[in-house]
């Protein structure tokens, strides 16, 4: 069934508002999914944070134009569907990945992240980045080791003195 005029609008505008706020785009061949495969996809996308789109590349051209996923335009070929990631830039990546793992039939095609298209091998590379919270256990614990260090250190003399103190004690006690 086609898609009257207002409904072609509707989907540039939501695809065009997703675009506008996400960190990086996934554009995945879907070719022979079933139905109930991607409802599932859905779903996990859902869960994950990330907004799942399968709609015409001619619309989605038209939504991307102005965002940092511009360059994506030129690969916009065959049956698409489209990953933003919205709330950390290695979600989509994560999805599709994933899921590929599982359905050999869903292929990542493109790859955008900061207003440049990567070939479909970054993906993987994409996929490894942290998530926030991740981020900042990491940025934690390297903010956190120098303070150890430094307690250790001006712990060891103390420590040094009772174990001397201690292996005396034991030497004289076996004597």
């Not at 540039?12 to 506008?20: G, I, Q, S, T």
């Not at 939504?63 to 049956?79: H, Y």
């Amino acid at each position: 069934m086609a898609l009257t005029l207002e409904q072609k609008k509707a989907v540039v505008a939501e695809v065009a508002d997703a675009a506008k706020s996400a960190h990086s785009a996934v554009a995945a061949e879907y070719r022979g999914l079933t139905v109930s495969d991607m409802t599932e996809l859905r779903q996990k996308a859902r869960s994950e944070g990330v907004y799942l789109k399968v709609a015409k590349n001619t619309l989605v051209k038209r939504a991307v134009e102005g965002t940092d996923f511009e360059c994506m335009s030129e690969g916009l070929v065959g049956p698409l569907l489209f990953a933003f990631s919205m709330e950390d830039p290695g979600a989509a990546a994560r999805l599709i990945k994933d899921y590929a793992k599982e359905n050999d039939k869903l292929v990542a095609r493109l790859v955008a992240v900061g207003a440049e298209l990567h070939d479909a091998s970054e993906l993987d590379r994409l996929a490894k980045l942290p998530t926030r919270d991740q981020a900042i256990a990491m940025l934690m614990g390297v903010m956190k080791a120098p303070i150890e260090k430094f307690v250790r250190t001006l712990a060891e003399p103390h420590t040094k003195l009772v174990r001397t103190v201690a292996a005396v004690r034991d030497s004289k006690q076996a004597a």
